[in-house]
């Protein structure tokens, strides 16, 4: 059982930055590939990023890539999501979630623990 927690969300402004973390409890965290989720009003959930047991491999949804980074820490128990240049097509709900898998996936159904969620929002 592995049990995440989202935190680092809230209201900003177009152009602003935000960190989200997702830290994680249980099993041995390096045994999992992490990945980041988001879902907005009236939308279905979808991908937006994920990173390999090691962090060396990452991919990323085409609309976030060059403004977000996904990062890990294993020390720390730890996974983030460096969010730059925010748009406001950017708010939704984001979901860290950890998947057994070694590289990490682009469905969600590949992930066995999800967290609860943080909000962020972004204004125009």
């Known amino acids: 059982q592995v049990q995440l927690v989202e935190s680092g969300g809230g209201l900003v402004q177009a152009g602003d930055s935000l960190r989200l973390s997702c830290a994680a409890s249980?099993?041995?965290?390096?045994?999992?590939?992490m990945g980041w989720f988001r879902q907005a009003p009236g939308k279905e959930r979808e991908f937006v990023a994920t990173i390999s047991r090691s962090g060396g491999i990452t991919y990323y949804r085409e609309s976030v890539k060059g403004r977000f980074t996904i990062s890990r820490d294993n020390a720390k128990n730890t996974v983030y999501l460096q969010m730059n240049s925010l748009k406001p097509e950017d708010t939704a709900v984001y979901y860290c979630a950890a998947d057994s898998g070694a590289l990490g996936a682009r469905r969600g159904n590949d992930y066995e623990y999800w967290g609860q969620g943080t909000q962020v929002t972004v204004s125009s």
């Open positions: 249980g099993r041995t965290f390096s045994s999992y590939a």
